[in-house]
């Protein structure tokens, strides 16, 4: 057998794998087919050297590959499609100078609609080949979208090349790869950075050049043993040559492969999740659901009560206490305070977005691929057997993150690499010093697969030699980066571990990489062999006995990590606490409903159980005695003993005094009322009563079912329930349903009464003025220069200060919403018809970015949102509008409208009569929303005529914006052009100072009334909400005074 030819066909091989990784093809790889459909994903893009790259790419594209083909179809597609052509296109000049041009105005997008595009392409049966390049994780799962191509390519001889340009998104790359293996058609992954490639052309190249290198291995051997000579010599010298090259060297690298080391200094010492969690977590931070409601809860009472002869269970309070189940599994009665548990769910909702940050910070970068090096004294373990020879540049790049990023601040480390030998960098450990890790990339470099996994080996070698004072040392840990199971038994390795690591801070940390290795290829027999599940089940028992961290990761992403998922844990055990939160609230609610309905049970239904407390049929009051009659009793009831000295003070007490004598001013109202009762009749009492027989002789008995309503002279402090949710309209609107008036919180009117009025009467026997009796009892007050009597008792008070400080803290609430996003410039957008005038004249020329920028904010967040029909028109000495009429808000109007934005440049005066009666005359306008710096060129009286001369026609609401004027003449025309049409005038200045304000009282508290306080806002929404706000609290500040 000779080897020349096998040696020929591993050059052709190598030659064909250099070729694959050049120019376009190393970018998209080779294009099949002759009729070709290019789908591009724009929704990765974004403006700057990105999109340039991007361009350009796809424009060596065409020039290299796609020019050659017969026919060609475009398509972009973001969350909606944009095709070049409505069919493929033969391929000739000028349709390649479209296709250029089309690469050079594709623009951002949102959205990856990848179905939407293959719905759109599949529908080309004159294609044969489909090229889809995707830069970001479709919004499809890889089900849908497997099976509808499977289906659509049925019969068909249509080869798909699926391409993941640039992504980091391992999602997109496993459901890439895995379309393209469903589909049986090509994958390729390229990276700008290197770090990722994968493609099936150069893995199949690479898998034949391996299984001749074999056959010249076993050449090699048979001439060695059979024949000698020179020649046989020199054809075998050539065979051991290509055999023992690696095929990394045939793999695409990373960019500065082989420079050095660019070494990263970290901020902070690393620390594992569990240890993270014991400062960051929901215990450490005190907002553990038992925590919390703890002060609330108590424990069932169950007494024995002699007079029922039986064990009597506590009951709940109806409206506030809930029974909830305690963590011990036993039952107790919370009162259930609906702020405190809104506030408790929104500082959960705050930690698990903290936890989501940890979580990505740990997906990304080295600890992607190695967790987190937390000791101080690190030895790595790296395998490099000779199943690893496919994947010896990404443990080669692995390691230069690891070395860069988070090595420079460890204390001592040591890299020890084993194949079936050790090969170990040094023979000891050695500092992180910049020159020693420098050195160690060096060698890392020189690395080479050979042998199997002979782990227990390096595990004792560095045990042994690395850690040999191990008991003097913290903080030490050995991390092993390997692809499959050693060649050991695992409970050899695990026994050996727990041995060595128990009684001292040393822990085995390991890192799987999953790989999909052919046993077979390079011609050894793996000691052992596990699948990729049972090779984690053996390190997993490892790395128990350890006490350390496993780690699983692969190119499409992490599998599995012990870090991440301790914090997934606590972010499963914060959603549980906020559900149980939402139950005890919803609960209550329930339960509030329930009692308020008060559903009517017939008479004759005796099987429907009641709670009803049983009452007694209430006497009608006596009358009340005069102090006569009363002497008259008290000397009946004594026969004829003395009488009470306090008798006689009250019957000689002077009748101005009495308690029961009316003041003066209500005794002047009283024929008026009198007469008005005589037209209305005071409504009766109704009573509903049935009655039974006794069973005695003719004796019945009655039941009262009904009982007629007490008049109830004293006012209680009503509960408050306001929405969570914004309501999109002005401040007015909300505050006729939610103002303090509304809400029946006013405390002169709920506190101090006509009954409440302090008075003093002349007596002309004492010669001076007398209080009636029960001013003595109860507490007077100087309300307004008046002296009225308190009637309400502390807790009475306390429930009012309760109620009225929630509804000032969703008052703030509303403010800062009106104070975010695109509200803070524009206010709130309440019309469903409406224009936006933007004045572009030249002295907005320093803000027309920032205007640009909100512009954009608004069409997204409420016009888009709203699905609100709109129209933009710029204003400076002339007019341009966007469109010539209304246009509804979908994805596509708000990117165009965007785009038109963007292009806005300043210059000329401010010519505002004319955009007005432009934006008047389309066609069912309902409101307009006129933005601009300062005052008109042309007359405001003029301007205020002529709209009033043209809302005769069609009724229409003008809303006025100032933004950076300090004319206040020009802002004095805003707001009557506003108030004259029945729009809004609003004003963003202060509103930075009115969000600190906000967040500073929801924060420190609101019992200075003085501090913090916003500012003046002179826009009609924020002003008439803040006006309020200083009304509550005035009224808070004198409740916790009364106090």
């Keep these: 057998m000779c080897a020349m030819p096998f040696v020929r066909v591993i050059e052709l091989y190598q030659h064909q794998v250099q070729w694959l990784l050049q120019d376009s093809r190393k970018v998209f790889g080779l294009i099949k087919g002759t009729k070709v459909g290019l789908v591009a994903d724009v929704s990765h893009m974004s403006s700057g050297p990105r999109l340039l790259d991007f361009q350009k790419d796809l424009l060596c594209l065409i020039d290299e590959q796609l020019c050659y083909k017969k026919q060609l179809y475009c398509l972009s597609f973001s969350t909606e499609i944009s095709p070049l052509w409505e069919s493929p296109k033969n391929i000739n000049v000028h349709v390649l100078h479209e296709a250029r041009q089309w690469i050079q105005q594709l623009e951002p997008g949102r959205g990856c609609n990848l179905l939407k595009a293959l719905k759109h392409v599949l529908m080309m049966k004159e294609l044969n080949s489909l090229v889809l390049i995707v830069g970001s994780c479709p919004d499809q799962s890889l089900e849908i979208l497997s099976d509808y191509a499977q289906q659509c390519m049925l019969g068909r001889k249509l080869q798909i090349h699926a391409v993941t340009y640039d992504c980091s998104n391992p999602a997109s790359l496993a459901v890439l790869k895995n379309l393209a293996e469903a589909v049986r058609g090509c994958y390729h992954c390229y990276s700008s950075k290197g770090e990722n490639f994968d493609s099936s052309d150069v893995h199949l190249l690479l898998q034949e050049s391996q299984k ?4 010249l291995k076993i050449i090699k051997q048979t001439f060695q043993r059979r024949i000698g000579g020179s020649l046989i010599s020199r054809i075998a010298d050539v065979s051991t040559e ?46 553990n659901l038992y925590q919390v409601l703890a002060p609330n809860a108590f424990s069932p009472v169950e007494e024995f009560v002699p007079i029922l002869k039986k064990t009597v269970s506590s009951t709940l309070h109806e409206k506030v206490m809930m029974q909830f189940e305690w963590y011990d599994g036993t039952v107790k009665n919370i009162h259930v305070d609906l702020p405190v548990l809104y506030s408790y769910q929104k500082l959960l909702a705050k930690m698990v977005r903290i936890y989501e940050k940890r979580i990505d910070w740990l997906s990304v970068a080295s600890r992607r691929i190695w967790g987190s090096v937390c000791e101080r004294r690190v030895v790595i373990l790296v395998d490099i057997s000779v199943t690893n020879s496919m994947y010896i540049t990404h443990i080669q790049h692995s390691l230069r993150l690891l070395l860069e990023e988070q090595m420079s601040n460890k204390d001592y480390f040591n890299i020890i690499a084993f194949g079936s030998d050790i090969v170990p960098w040094q023979l000891e450990l050695v500092p992180s010093q ?26 004792r070698r560095a045990v042994e030699v690395d850690f040999k004072d191990k008991d003097k040392h913290r903080s030490q840990g050995l991390y092993l980066l390997t692809t499959g199971i050693p060649d050991q038994e695992t409970h050899t390795i695990s026994a050996y571990v727990a041995e060595v690591c128990r009684g001292f801070d040393l822990q085995l940390h390991v890192c799987l990489f999953n790989v999909m290795e052919d046993v077979d290829s390079n011609g050894i027999i793996p000691a052992r062999y596990a699948n990729p599940t049972e090779t984690a089940i053996a390190f997993k028992e490892i790395v128990q006995a350890a006490n350390g961290r496993f780690h699983w990761f692969g190119e499409a992403g992490i599998f599995e990590s012990d870090d991440i998922t301790v914090i997934v844990s606590e972010m499963e055990k914060a959603n549980n606490y906020s559900q149980k939160c939402a139950f005890l609230v919803e609960s209550l609610k329930q339960r509030s409903v329930n009692q308020s309905a008060n559903p009517f049970i017939p008479e004759g239904d005796s099987n429907i159980p009641t709670k009803k407390e049983k009452r007694r049929p209430q006497k009608l009051p006596s009358p009340k005695p005069t102090a006569l009659s009363l002497a008259r009793m008290c000397i009946k009831d004594n026969h004829g003993a003395e009488r009470n000295a306090s008798v006689r003070v009250l019957a000689w007490r002077p009748t101005s005094a009495k308690a029961e004598i009316p003041p003066a001013q209500t005794i002047k109202k009283w024929p008026q009322t009198e007469n008005k009762r005589k037209h209305k009749p005071r409504k009766q009492p109704e009573f509903s009563v049935s009655v039974f027989y006794t069973g005695k002789g003719r004796n019945v008995g009655t039941v009262y079912q009904k009982y007629p309503k007490l008049m109830c002279i004293r006012k209680s402090v009503p509960s408050v329930t306001l929405p969570k949710k914004e309501e999109i309209c002005s401040s007015k609107e909300w505050l006729t349903k939610y103002s303090i008036k509304k809400l029946k919180l006013e405390l002169p009117r709920l506190m101090f009464g006509p009954g409440c009025t302090h008075q003093k009467k002349t007596v002309e026997s004492l010669h001076k003025k007398v209080s009636a009796k029960y001013c003595t009892i109860f507490p007077s007050v100087d309300i307004n220069g008046v002296v009225k009597h308190l009637q309400f008792q502390s807790k009475e008070l306390e429930i009012y200060t309760e109620q009225l400080e929630k509804v000032l803290q969703r008052y703030i609430q509303r403010i800062q919403w009106l104070l975010s996003g695109s509200r803070r410039l524009f206010g709130t957008i309440l019309e469903g018809n409406v224009c936006v005038l933007i004045d572009t004249s030249g002295s907005m020329d320093p803000y027309l970015p920032h205007i640009t920028k909100e512009l954009t904010s608004l069409i997204w967040e409420q016009l888009r949102r709203n699905e609100v029909r709109f129209n933009l028109l710029r204003f400076a000495e002339n007019t341009e509008s966007w469109k010539e009429c209304l246009v509804k808000a979908t994805d596509e109007t708000c990117h165009d409208a965007v785009q038109w934005v963007s292009r806005f440049h300043a210059h000329g005066n401010t010519c505002i009569l004319m955009a007005l009666q432009k934006a008047l005359s389309f066609q069912g306008i309902e409101a307009l929303y006129v933005l601009t710096d300062g005052k008109p060129d042309t007359s405001c009286s003029l301007i205020l005529k002529e709209i009033e001369r043209l809302r005769k026609k069609q009724d229409i609401k ?9 004319d206040r003449g020009a802002n004095e025309f805003l707001k009557k052009l506003a108030s004259q049409t029945g729009g809004r005038y609003h004003c963003s200045f202060g509103d930075v100072d009115g969000q600190l304000a906000a967040h500073r009282m929801l924060t420190e508290g609101l019992d200075d009334e003085d501090d913090p306080v916003f500012p003046y806002f002179e826009g009609d929404d924020l002003k008439k909400l803040t006006q309020e706000v200083a009304k509550a609290r005035s009224f808070l500040k004198q409740a916790k005074s009364l106090r």
């Excluded at 003008?958 to 300090?966: D, G, N």
């Design 434 to 459: 910049p020159e020693n890790l420098q050195n160690a990339w060096r060698w890392v470099l020189s690395l080479q697969c050979k042998g199997s996994r002979n782990f227990m080996s390096a595990l």
């Design 242 to 287: 290509f055999a023992n090259a690696a095929p990394s060297n045939f793999l695409l690298k990373p960019p500065k492969h082989k420079g050095p080391l660019v070494i990263q200094t970290p901020c902070i010492l690393a620390k594992t999740s569990t240890d993270w969690l014991k400062t960051n977590g929901l215990k450490a931070k005190k907002l």
């Design 958 to 966: 003008i809303h006025t914006i100032s933004f950076s004027c300090t």
């Design 212 to 215: 001749a290198k074999d056959l």
